[in-house]
T-cell receptor
Framework: DTEVTQTPKHLVMGMTNKKSLKCEQHMGHRAMYWYKQKAKKPPELMFVYSYEKLSINESVPSRFSPECPNSSLLNLHLHALQPEDSALYLC??????????FGQGTRLTVV | GIQVEQSPPDLILQEGANSTLRCNFSDSVNNLQWFHQNPWGQLINLFYIPSGTKQNGRLSATTVATERYSLLYISSSQTTDSGVYFCAVNTGTASKLTFGTGTRLQVTL
């Protein structure tokens, strides 16, 4: 099983809303990632969790708050987003030294 | 940080044609992956190839780590091959996976 599951697939939220994106994997991978992808651009790294601890934060604004409650689950909490935060949000996981696997993504629209 | 450039940026092929996509990187890498992103945004794993050559059906890939490039070959292209192809690399001990600039491929009938 090489599946990374992201929910929801689509999300529309207002600038004053609070919402969360969820990512789950059951491959025993200990590194999990959040990426943001704008149209016609490559994915850009936001956060990396290694063994459930935040190891990389690519200077992401505090309106994005990651959480790793256990080794299988990764959340991204969203609050007071701006329209320019509309994008495809991708989750990935991997074992050290092996290939990464990506979820289908959440397409987020901020209105 | 490492720079990862892909060429060509855009490619239009007729069905049945062959093509070569290139990924150049500016520093030594530990890992290199090729992905195909379909129109719905899903990143599909094609190859995990830090060095050497691998083949999977109509696709093959070669990475020459000492010269800092990787090539993805697509033979007898089909319309379902359309989408964006990305290479992505890891350097040193970092967990960070850095994506290339991408090649947008359109295969026409």
């Amino acid at each position: 099983d090489t599946e990374v599951t992201q929910t929801p697939k689509h999300l529309v939220m207002g600038m004053t809303n609070k919402k969360s994106l969820k990512c789950e994997q059951h491959m025993g991978h200990r590194a999990m990632y959040w990426y943001k992808q704008k149209a016609k651009k490559p994915p850009e790294l936001m956060f990396v969790y290694s063994y459930e601890k935040l190891s990389i934060n690519e200077s992401v604004p505090s309106r994005f708050s990651p959480e790793c409650p256990n080794s299988s689950l990764l959340n991204l909490h969203l609050h007071a987003l701006q329209p320019e935060d509309s994008a495809l949000y991708l989750c990935a996981s991997r074992l050290a030294g092996t290939e990464a696997f990506f979820g289908q993504g959440t397409r987020l629209t901020v209105v | 940080g490492i720079q990862v450039e892909q060429s060509p940026p855009d490619l239009i092929l007729q069905e049945g044609a062959n093509s070569t996509l290139r990924c150049n990187f500016s520093d030594s890498v530990n890992n290199l992956q090729w992905f195909h992103q379909n129109p719905w945004g899903q990143l599909i794993n094609l190859f995990y190839i830090p060095s050497g050559t691998k083949q999977n059906g109509r696709l093959s890939a070669t990475t020459v780590a000492t010269e800092r490039y990787s090539l993805l070959y697509i033979s007898s292209s089909q319309t379902t091959d359309s989408g964006v192809y990305f290479c992505a690399v890891n350097t040193g001990t970092a967990s960070k996976l850095t994506f290339g600039t991408g090649t947008r491929l359109q295969v026409t009938l």
